[in-house]
């Protein structure tokens, strides 16, 4: 039983330090990208923010909704790229789109 609590505990360690890593990445960015048969939807931006290892709100969410639909509505074989601020985890001020 000891045995396994540690073994659990060097897990939870290894992935904590692999997360850590992955959020200090300074070109860390969200990635969306345009499809030719649809505009993207809210649950696009949802996922993007989710595997990008980044949180944002509402309005913000929204607002990059708003950003990649013009976007894909001109290219819609394009991948966009939301930069977070940087040194930031979190979305919650102005977000850039490249």
């Known amino acids: 039983m000891k045995s396994c609590l540690l073994a659990l505990t060097a897990l939870a360690l290894l992935g904590s330090a ?5 959020r200090d990445v300074p070109d860390a960015k969200i990635v969306v990208a345009c499809s030719k048969t649809s505009p ?6 949802d996922h993007a923010i ?3 290892d980044y949180w944002a709100p509402t309005d913000v969410r929204r607002h990059m ?5 013009d976007a894909c ?12 601020p940087q040194g930031s985890e979190s979305l919650a001020g102005p977000v850039s789109s490249k």
């Open 65 to 69: 909704l708003a950003l990649a639909r």
């Open 50 to 52: 989710r595997v990008s």
């Open 73 to 84: 509505a001109s290219r819609p074989a394009a991948v966009l790229a939301f930069v977070p």
């Open 40 to 45: 993207p939807q809210i649950g696009d931006i």
């Open 18 to 22: 692999v997360c850590t890593n992955a």
